[in-house]
């Protein structure tokens, strides 16, 4: 079957630039969306001469010139969008609904991969303020989508492993201590863990996949479904010590949401969600969804150990 050709938008963040290495790897026809609003950032210029020299294509274009997504949307048979959601980065999940007009105008897309790669935001209806508004801005991308008729694949990747195991699941942090670590709770609600290029790699693999069309894709790999506390125990593994344990309550971890600002309360609540409530790992994949690990056997994922041996 010959392979789709893609535009990867938001190419150069933190997701992104993963899922332009993946695709290449996976020998895509691979386009970046090359948007003048980089203006002097030299990194990401640089980034994304990088990413010609490795043979992708750039193309030129902006969510302030409509034409300009249409013009690079009919290059491609597949879309994704990787532009970010993060409040502590910057949250742009309704740009897309742009994108969503780009496409179905230019009509000739087989896929589009909307901007997710986090929670589910279907099973996020209960949320909590403020940081609800990212599931209802995710939600209304997802039925901007389905009323326009436009195929897609929903990816839900839980937890980014470099933000979370980093920093042993503690907020705010991104470096795991060797001496104490706070428990959110009493640590045992478990929660799911992807390294960020295997994130990429499950993804583009789904692409041209019948099996996920229309559906969402979960990403379980069966090791890294851990709690906070077996995290925690294999990271004292690894160096060989105990580390001083103490733990913060439902209502401390709350009280303290409140003074953060707007993007930090945004942060916590997520966190809130997936380490107290376990949000993750409460439910079970419908027929409305696939799991990744099971689709892809031959990708082997890192794990949690081999993830944390990078701060040893």
Sequence with gaps: MEKSKVLIIGGTGYLGKRLV????????????????????DIEKVQMLLSFKEQGAKLVS???????????????????????????????????QLKLVDAIKEAGNVKRFLPSEF?????????????????FDDKMVVRKAIEDAGIPFTYVSANCFAGYFLGGLCQPCSILPSKDSV????????????????????????AIDDPRTL?????????????????VVETWEKLIGKTLQKSSISKEEFLASVKEQNYAGQVGLTHYYHV????????????????????????????TVEEYLRHYL
Excluded: W
Aim: charged letters at 20%; hydrophobic letters at 35%.
């Design 118 to 134: 986090g929670t589910d935001p279907a099973k996020m209806a209960n949320a909590m303020e403020p940081g609800r508004v990212t």
């Design 214 to 230: 229309n559906k969402t894709m979960y990403l379980r790999p069966p090791k890294n479904i851990l709690s906070q506390r077996e």
């Design 61 to 95: 274009g902006s969510f302030n010139d409509y034409q300009s997504l249409v013009n690079a949307v009919k290059l491609v048979d597949v879309v994704i969008c990787a532009i970010s959601g993060v409040h502590i980065r910057s949250h742009q999940i309704l740009l």
């Design 275 to 302: 380490c107290y409530e376990g949000c993750l790992t409460n439910f079970e994949i419908g027929n409305e969804g696939v799991e990744a690990s099971q689709l892809y056997p031959e990708i082997k994922y890192t």
């Design 21 to 40: 290495k993946a695709s290449l790897a996976l020998g895509h026809e691979t386009y970046v969306l090359q948007r003048p609003e980089i203006g002097v």
């Design 182 to 205: 706070v428990l959110l709770g009493d640590g045992n609600p478990k929660a799911i863990y992807v390294d960020e290029d295997d994130i990429a790699m499950y993804t583009m693999k």
